[in-house]
């Protein structure tokens, strides 16, 4: 018998959810029925989670990962110098615009489409919505985006100008918490042993951060292949060291320690998962360190800001994009 660790309501058939580790937003593809009920899934998706996803599922769509409910309408913002903004689908593949000016309106009506044939049925749709509304005649213009050379610039709802990306908040470490609570959960730990952590996840601990970004300069975590992008999950109970953590990446971009419990009894284990997000499997052979001590984890969680991992972290959103680029050049050749 399993509790929601939201809420503690014993889960049953009726009101157990699906609940995928990492957000299936963001390529997630391990999942469980045993972590949350259907209100505390729904109450998590539509807060901590949509922040997430608005700051990094940018990344999925221009990627095109497999998700286990594929998006059928992934529309990815990218900025002009100008500001205005230009829509694009999987591999940066571009949509067609259209507009549609009603007589006595300045302001004209846009639709985007992935395709042509997307888009006729786009326009007899809203053709016989402004003729239920007595427009019969009406201009429209079609073309696709983005001309060839014209610079665009990735946007996520952190962004403050055009050409920057901003990444992490509260709510942003509350989801990453939350995936390293659900990994654990499904890995077959305790309840009890992650308390600290749910009450975090909950917005009600009193310390703002138990987790930190984690780019050491002086040793690798793992190898990264040339061209690979995935996400990586790596718990480990420390017995030793009476720390319970989880070292999460996600498109080895963000790469996140999440300490679970600074006081922990239990087993001596670890446990590994990587999904590559290029190939949409799972990396088996994936090799993890993390040399930290006790008292390591607890400097890392005092200092008051990420200012020294802001480099590293360009440095690796910089690769992201290459690869991006390499793909959208496959992409447009096919």
Known sequence: MYNCYNCNITLNETNKSEEHIIPNSLGGQIKSYNLLCQKCNSYYGETIDRELHEQTGLFSDLLNVKRDRPNQNIKVELKAKSGESHYYGPNLSPFSKLYFTPPGKTKPIVLFARNRDEMLKLVEKKKKELESKNYINFSLKEFTEYPEGEVKYFSNKLSKEVGTVGFGNKDFFRALCKIAVNYCLYCGVDTSLVTNAITFIKGEHTINYISRFYYPSHYKIHSLGSDEVSHLLYLVGDYKNQVLYCYIELFNVHNVIVLLN?????????????????????????????????????????????????????????????????????????
Not at 264 to 276: H, R
Not at 284 to 295: A, M, S
């Open 262 to 334: 600074n006081e922990y009894n239990g087993p001596e284990f670890e446990k590994t998962y990587c999904y590559d997000l290029i190939n949409s499997r799972e990396v088996l052979e994936k090799k993890v360190i993390i040399r930290l001590h006790r008292l390591h984890f607890l400097d890392l969680l005092k200092l008051t800001s990420n200012d020294n991992a802001l480099y590293e972290h360009d440095m690796r959103l910089k690769r992201l994009n290459k690869i991006i680029e390499q793909r959208q050049a496959a992409y447009k050749k096919t």
